[in-house]
C-alpha cells in the first residue's frame, strides 16, 4: 500500500496462466486488475484474483451517482472490498471470485434510474445501482430491484447499522437497499448578525442550537426574529430566513415540522395532511408577506442562494450538512469572499434543527440518503451484497463521510477516530435522532410537485395558505386518485 496518484479501475484484466515448473500439475489462473479514476489515496498497486481450477469470475458491476472528487468513495469503497470478499470465499470453500467494475459519474438521480431501466429492459441491468431511497418503491414494484430482507442477517457489517436509518429503504414491510451514507438538513444561522437583533445578546444565540432541540424556540420565533431584524436593519427585507431556491426535498422537512405524514404504514399509499400542509403554508404566507423571508424561489444558486447565505447577507437559512465543506471550500474560502473558509464558518455561525412548529414540540430534521439496490437480473446477488458489505465499515464509510460531508451509518462511527476528527461531522450526527425521510412510493413526485407549485403561487400573492392547501388536495386527487390519501 501506499499513498499516489493513481489510475483506478475501468476494469483491464490480464489473464495470465500459471505454468508450474515441474510441469503437468494444474495451477490457478492470475487475473490481474488495474482501476481507473484518478484519487489522491492510499490504494493498492495491484490486485491479484487467484481462481481456482474450475472455478468462476464473477465480475460485479455497480453504477454510482457522485459528484467528483469528493463524492469518489462511493463506487470506489467497492473496489476495496474485492480483497476481502475473496478472502472468505476461499476461508469458506468457494471457488468463485469477483471483480468490481465501476460506472460512476455526477448524471442526475432520476436520468440514472431511467438509464438503468432501459439497460434492464435490454438484460443489461448492472448488479449494483446506487441512487436515492426514494427510488426503491418504484423499482420493487416494477420487479428491478429484489428485497434484501432475507440477506442482510447474514453479513455482519449490516448489524452496526443506526437503526432508525433503515426506515429509508424499507417498502411495504421489507429491506431493500443499503445505506451508503446519509446528511442532516440543518437551519444555519449568523451569530453577528444575531446578536444585534433587539432582545438578542452573545449568551443567547450560543445557547440557540440548544433551546431548538428542547423545543423551546420554534418556527413562529425563528420569524420573530427575523422580522426583528429587518425592522432594526440588522439585515435588508427579505433576508431573515432563506431557503433553496428550486424544488427539492428540503421543503418537505417543514411539512414533517407541522406534524404532516407521507405514506400509509399499512397500505404503502402516499397521504397528504390537510392540517399540515395549512400549517406549512401559512408559515411561508408570513415569510413572504411581512418581511422576515424573500422570495427566494428562483434566485438561482450560484448568483443567488451560495453568496447571500455565506456572505453575511442573510441571518437564518436552511441548507445541507454536506454544503458546510462546499461553502468552506468555494465561497468561504479564497476562491470567492476569502474569509477563512471553515474556521470562519465556525466562528460566526450556529447551526440546529429546524425548530418546532409549536413550543414544547419536536423540532425535526429531513435526511435523504442514497443506497445500493440489487438488480433483479443480478446472477449473483450474493456476491453483490457482500462487496457492498465490504464498503459498509467504519474505516470504509467514514472516508467518504469527511470528504464529502456526509454524516456517518453506523454506530460505531461515534467513536471511530477519524471520524470523530472532523468536528462538524461529529456535532450534528445527533439529528438523526430526529430524522424523516421521503416516502419510498413511486408517485412521491406527483405530490412534492404539487405541494411546490402551491408554494409558489403563495410566494408571489396567488394563493392564500388555505388555497394553496385545496390546489394540493385537487391536484392529487386528479392525479392519483385512490393512490393518495387525504387526510
Given at each position: 500500500m501506499q499513498k499516489r496518484l493513481l489510475p483506478l479501475l475501468t476494469l483491464l484484466i490480464g489473464l495470465s496462466l500459471l505454468v508450474a515448473?515441474?510441469?503437468?500439475?494444474a495451477t490457478p489462473e492470475t487475473i490481474i486488475v488495474v482501476e481507473t479514476q484518478i484519487v489522491e489515496v492510499e490504494v493498492p498497486v495491484e490486485v491479484e484474483v487467484e481462481v481456482p481450477v474450475g472455478g468462476e469470475l464473477v465480475t460485479i458491476v455497480a453504477r454510482c451517482r457522485a459528484r467528483p472528487p469528493t463524492e469518489d468513495w462511493r463506487c470506489n469503497n467497492l473496489l476495496f472490498g474485492v480483497a476481502a470478499v475473496n478472502a472468505e470465499l476461499e476461508a469458506a470453500g468457494d471457488t468463485r471470485r469477483v471483480v468490481v467494475e465501476t460506472i460512476q459519474d455526477n448524471t442526475d438521480f432520476g436520468d440514472i434510474m431511467q438509464e438503468f431501466a432501459l439497460a434492464f429492459e435490454d438484460g443489461q441491468a448492472p448488479d449494483i445501482v446506487l441512487t436515492g431511497h426514494e427510488f426503491i418503491g418504484t423499482e420493487a414494484t416494477a420487479g428491478r430491484i429484489i428485497s434484501l430482507?432475507?440477506?442482510?442477517?447474514?453479513?455482519?457489517?449490516?448489524d452496526n447499522m443506526i437503526d432508525g436509518l433503515w426506515e429509508a429503504v424499507t417498502f411495504k414491510g421489507e429491506r431493500w437497499g443499503i445505506l451508503q451514507d446519509t446528511e442532516a438538513r440543518p437551519i444555519f444561522w449568523d451569530k453577528n448578525l444575531l446578536a444585534a437583533v433587539p432582545g438578542w445578546d452573545a449568551a443567547r444565540v450560543d445557547g440557540l442550537s440548544d433551546e431548538i432541540r428542547a423545543g423551546n424556540f420554534t418556527l413562529s420565533d425563528m420569524l420573530d426574529a427575523a422580522e426583528a431584524a429587518v425592522a432594526a436593519g440588522v439585515v435588508n427585507k427579505g433576508m431573515g430566513f432563506w431557503m433553496r431556491p428550486s424544488n427539492g426535498a428540503d421543503f418537505t422537512a417543514l411539512y414533517y415540522a407541522f406534524g404532516g405524514d407521507t405514506i400509509d404504514s399499512d397500505t404503502g399509499k402516499l397521504v397528504y395532511?390537510?392540517?399540515?400542509?395549512?400549517?406549512?403554508?401559512?408559515?411561508?404566507?408570513?415569510?413572504?408577506?411581512?418581511?422576515?423571508?424573500?422570495?427566494?424561489?428562483?434566485?438561482?444558486?450560484?448568483?443567488?442562494?451560495?453568496?447571500?447565505?455565506?456572505?453575511?447577507d442573510v441571518l437564518f437559512w436552511a441548507g445541507g450538512s454536506w454544503q458546510w465543506a462546499e461553502w468552506a471550500d468555494q465561497w468561504t474560502g479564497p476562491s470567492n469572499f476569502n474569509l477563512g473558509g471553515e474556521s470562519y464558518q465556525f466562528e460566526n455561525w450556529g447551526y440546529g434543527l429546524y425548530p418546532a412548529a409549536v413550543a414544547?414540540?419536536?423540532?425535526?430534521?429531513?435526511?435523504?440518503?442514497?443506497?445500493?439496490?440489487?438488480?433483479?437480473?443480478?446472477?449473483?446477488?450474493?456476491l453483490a451484497l457482500a462487496v457492498i458489505a465490504k464498503a459498509t465499515t467504519d474505516e470504509a464509510n467514514t472516508r467518504h463521510a469527511i470528504n464529502s460531508t456526509h454524516l456517518g451509518i453506523l454506530t460505531t462511527q461515534a467513536s471511530y477516530a477519524p471520524y470523530v476528527s472532523a468536528v462538524f461531522l461529529t456535532d450534528v450526527l445527533y439529528m438523526l435522532?430526529?430524522?424523516?425521510?421521503?416516502?419510498?412510493?413511486?408517485?412521491?413526485?406527483?405530490?412534492?410537485?404539487?405541494?411546490?407549485?402551491?408554494?409558489?403561487?403563495?410566494?408571489?400573492?396567488?394563493?392564500t395558505a388555505q388555497e394553496a392547501v385545496d390546489f394540493v388536495v385537487d391536484t392529487l386527487q386528479t392525479q392519483l386518485g385512490d393512490d393518495i390519501i387525504i387526510r
Amino acid at each position: 500500500m501506499q499513498k499516489r496518484l493513481l489510475p483506478l479501475l475501468t476494469l483491464l484484466i490480464g489473464l495470465s496462466l500459471l505454468v508450474a515448473a515441474c510441469g503437468g500439475a494444474a495451477t490457478p489462473e492470475t487475473i490481474i486488475v488495474v482501476e481507473t479514476q484518478i484519487v489522491e489515496v492510499e490504494v493498492p498497486v495491484e490486485v491479484e484474483v487467484e481462481v481456482p481450477v474450475g472455478g468462476e469470475l464473477v465480475t460485479i458491476v455497480a453504477r454510482c451517482r457522485a459528484r467528483p472528487p469528493t463524492e469518489d468513495w462511493r463506487c470506489n469503497n467497492l473496489l476495496f472490498g474485492v480483497a476481502a470478499v475473496n478472502a472468505e470465499l476461499e476461508a469458506a470453500g468457494d471457488t468463485r471470485r469477483v471483480v468490481v467494475e465501476t460506472i460512476q459519474d455526477n448524471t442526475d438521480f432520476g436520468d440514472i434510474m431511467q438509464e438503468f431501466a432501459l439497460a434492464f429492459e435490454d438484460g443489461q441491468a448492472p448488479d449494483i445501482v446506487l441512487t436515492g431511497h426514494e427510488f426503491i418503491g418504484t423499482e420493487a414494484t416494477a420487479g428491478r430491484i429484489i428485497s434484501l430482507e432475507s440477506m442482510i442477517a447474514d453479513y455482519p457489517e449490516f448489524d452496526n447499522m443506526i437503526d432508525g436509518l433503515w426506515e429509508a429503504v424499507t417498502f411495504k414491510g421489507e429491506r431493500w437497499g443499503i445505506l451508503q451514507d446519509t446528511e442532516a438538513r440543518p437551519i444555519f444561522w449568523d451569530k453577528n448578525l444575531l446578536a444585534a437583533v433587539p432582545g438578542w445578546d452573545a449568551a443567547r444565540v450560543d445557547g440557540l442550537s440548544d433551546e431548538i432541540r428542547a423545543g423551546n424556540f420554534t418556527l413562529s420565533d425563528m420569524l420573530d426574529a427575523a422580522e426583528a431584524a429587518v425592522a432594526a436593519g440588522v439585515v435588508n427585507k427579505g433576508m431573515g430566513f432563506w431557503m433553496r431556491p428550486s424544488n427539492g426535498a428540503d421543503f418537505t422537512a417543514l411539512y414533517y415540522a407541522f406534524g404532516g405524514d407521507t405514506i400509509d404504514s399499512d397500505t404503502g399509499k402516499l397521504v397528504y395532511d390537510t392540517a399540515a400542509g395549512l400549517g406549512f403554508y401559512e408559515f411561508f404566507e408570513r415569510g413572504f408577506t411581512d418581511g422576515g423571508s424573500f422570495g427566494f424561489l428562483g434566485a438561482g444558486w450560484g448568483d443567488g442562494y451560495h453568496p447571500a447565505v455565506s456572505g453575511g447577507d442573510v441571518l437564518f437559512w436552511a441548507g445541507g450538512s454536506w454544503q458546510w465543506a462546499e461553502w468552506a471550500d468555494q465561497w468561504t474560502g479564497p476562491s470567492n469572499f476569502n474569509l477563512g473558509g471553515e474556521s470562519y464558518q465556525f466562528e460566526n455561525w450556529g447551526y440546529g434543527l429546524y425548530p418546532a412548529a409549536v413550543a414544547g414540540g419536536s423540532p425535526t430534521t429531513l435526511s435523504h440518503p442514497l443506497a445500493y439496490l440489487i438488480s433483479s437480473q443480478s446472477e449473483h446477488p450474493d456476491l453483490a451484497l457482500a462487496v457492498i458489505a465490504k464498503a459498509t465499515t467504519d474505516e470504509a464509510n467514514t472516508r467518504h463521510a469527511i470528504n464529502s460531508t456526509h454524516l456517518g451509518i453506523l454506530t460505531t462511527q461515534a467513536s471511530y477516530a477519524p471520524y470523530v476528527s472532523a468536528v462538524f461531522l461529529t456535532d450534528v450526527l445527533y439529528m438523526l435522532d430526529f430524522t424523516n425521510f421521503l416516502p419510498n412510493n413511486p408517485n412521491w413526485g406527483t405530490q412534492q410537485q404539487a405541494t411546490f407549485d402551491a408554494l409558489s403561487a403563495v410566494q408571489v400573492g396567488e394563493f392564500t395558505a388555505q388555497e394553496a392547501v385545496d390546489f394540493v388536495v385537487d391536484t392529487l386527487q386528479t392525479q392519483l386518485g385512490d393512490d393518495i390519501i387525504i387526510r
